[in-house]
Every structure is written in structure tokens, then in C-alpha cells.
């Protein structure tokens, strides 16, 4: 799946458009690596975002296509902060 749809799906980001354009501006990371929004993203990969002077890194749990208010947030585990 796509990154920028898994950060729709999954709830992380609200917007497809917001997660390319985090992707594009180089704020998104997978395994440590820059990520476009066309990425691949497959169970075990490590997500890291910068939201300006705030780091949040994510484990993929799950991969889905469509994930419910309840269930999307199964779909991923939030990696504390390495600050």
C-alpha cells in the first residue's frame, strides 16, 4: 500500500493531500529513509513524521485497505519519543 493512503487510513494524518504534501516536503521517513508518497509500506516498517519541533515515530502493525474509527488505530503502534 501506498504511504500516503496508509496515513490516511490509518487515521495518523486526516488528509491524503496533507500526507503527500508532508511526504514531498521531506518530513516523512520510512526505516530511517526520506519517503515519497508512493512508498511501499509493508508490516514491521517504522514511520517516522516531523510535525515542526515535535518527532512521532509509528510501527506498522497491519496493512488495510479500509480501517473504521475503531479499528484503524490496530493498525499501527505509536514508538515513544527519542527526545
Sequence with gaps: MRLDKYLKVTRIIKRRTLAQELCDGGHVFKNGRTAKPSTQVQVGDIITINYGSRTVSYKVLAVADFADKKTASS?????SDPQ
Excluded: D
Design 75 to 79: 493498525l499501527y503502534e505509536e514508538i
